[in-house]
């Protein structure tokens, strides 16, 4: 007979790790401002908070600015990365391995290093407070090259040796071999990238001076409960969260085993 | 000429990243340690100091202690998340029913943003009053560092479980090992690349914690939870002092240097 104590456990710990985001959308969804959680269940669910939080300005705001920034960011990283992986993997060029070392240096520096001289090169370039300063600042992504570049060495030889037999350019082969093939990880590596930004903070924090700019993170952090009630304060959390959430059940699969594989996703 | 082409097409396939990589990551890293020995500050003039920064910092209270309660909190979060990581790895793998629905509810706080967890938290915790003490605030702190973490470390050490020798886990069972033995002897051994890297990166993150900080505490009660990246965006944002916040930038990059050296000999050393 097997024993019952860790699937127990697992149950548990399982609770644990969701019970907060099951308080958040019992208070999102209760009435009023009822203060029954956590001491009761609401008696009926309501969408009122979420839409009253969804028709203020600065909230719309907060949220295009989100999702301007995580879609724009990871197509580019997608782009940029793929075509140096390609190279990186296929060419032989002088310096290629010192070249690819240095950029992989760059993970090993935490980014509150560079915060201050980062903010002086967008202030050089008048980027303050702009799309701009907020998105291509992000889209120097190591690890993104580093993932691509072990898939495209990993693709078999032949494939490109027909390829050049028939003519093809290196455009021809990264249009038409490489971006085809890589196909799952890219979209792996996409949505990955789309949550790092929907969730980055210390940048957008830094960069947005004014409300306009801010992102889903920094209105949420700017949010204390005396100037909103906590089902509004949750309603907030809900729609900050809910995205990632829903990516990550859709996609759970492929991104737990990306992770389990390569590591990276961090 | 053909040669010529060939390195001009590698050039414009490189030259984004390599663009970006200048600009955002080299730059900087010369300018954080060009700033550091600077007394920048936003508008004014500014001069060459020297290592006056760094000489001032190592006399400066507000610094030092910014280190210690960065030590402590290190101290309290890494044997927490290893610790809860290879446990749930190690029930996962003892469970072999329901994975896909445990997994998913396990990882699911990692899928979201620290600032997201710092909020529901700050609100859960707060009948407890444990982030306005300043003995609870850090372990607090790496309850729910740890609470958003520990999936994506799970999984790292799940995918290093299924790793091991099943025939040896198989013969030490028929041998009469005890579970004890068995992870002890067996499953150890086969997980100790999974756990050196989860132990690396936890550590090096969380001698940069900061987004709780800034969301439940704002580095206190009275400094009680003032790490030193929340000492950079602080001595830059709150006191416009960049030259010593860049300083301060500068020593958690040789911090976090020399503890994923020291580490990585450390695992070299014990085979």
Known sequence: MRRAWPAVLLSLTSLVAIGPFVLMLLVALSPGNAPTIPYRLPSSLTLDNIIRVLSTESFLRWTANTVVYSVVSAVAVLLSASMAAYVFARKRFAGRDVLLWSLLSTMMVPFHALLMPSLVVIAQLGWSDTYWGLIIPTLANAQAVLLLRQFIRALPDEVFDAARVDGAGDWRMYLSIVLPLCRPVLATLGVFVFLWHWNDFLWPLVVARSDRMRTLTVGLSTLESGHLTIAELMSVATITGVPCLLVFVVLQRHLTSTISFTGSGR | ?271
């Not at chain 2, 663009?19 to 007394?39: E, K, N, Q, W």
């Not at chain 2, 800034?214 to 009680?224: E, I, S």
């Not at chain 2, 930038?249 to 580490?263: K, N, R």
Request: charged content about 15%; aromatic content about 14%; glycine content about 8%.
């Open chain 2, 1 to 271: 000429m053909t040669r010529l082409r060939e390195s001009l097409t590698v050039l414009v396939f490189l030259l984004p990243v390599l663009v970006l990589f200048a600009m955002f990551r080299f730059l900087p890293m010369l300018g954080a340690v060009g700033l550091s020995l600077t007394d920048y500050h936003p508008g004014g003039d500014w001069r060459f100091t020297g290592t006056e920064n760094y000489r001032s910092l190592a006399q400066d209270e507000i610094f030092l202690s910014s280190l210690r309660t960065t030590l402590g909190y290190v101290a309290v979060y890494v044997p927490l998340i290893v610790v809860v990581a290879l446990g749930t790895a190690l029930l996962l793998h003892a469970v072999p029913w329901g994975r896909g629905l445990f997994r998913a509810a396990l990882f699911a706080p990692y899928a979201t943003s620290l600032v997201l967890s710092g909020v529901l938290w700050r609100w859960v915790l707060e009948p407890t009053g444990f982030l306005e003490q300043p003995s609870m605030v850090l372990p607090a702190l790496a309850v729910v560092g740890a609470w958003k973490g520990f999936g994506y470390a799970m999984l790292i050490l799940f995918a290093g479980i299924r790793n091991a020798p099943a025939d040896c886990l198989e013969a030490a069972k028929v041998d009469g090992a005890s579970v004890w033995q068995r992870f002890r002897h067996v499953l150890l051994p086969a997980l100790r690349p999974a756990l050196f890297f989860v132990v690396v990166v936890e550590t090096v993150g969380a001698f940069q914690v900061f987004d709780t900080v800034y969301v439940m505490t704002g580095g206190g009660p009275v400094r009680a939870s003032y790490t030193l990246a929340y000492a950079v965006y602080d001595y830059g944002f709150r006191y416009f002092d960049i030259g010593s916040a860049a300083a301060i930038g500068v020593a958690l990059w040789a911090i976090v240097l020399l503890v994923s050296l020291t580490q990585r000999r450390a695992f070299d050393r014990n085979p």
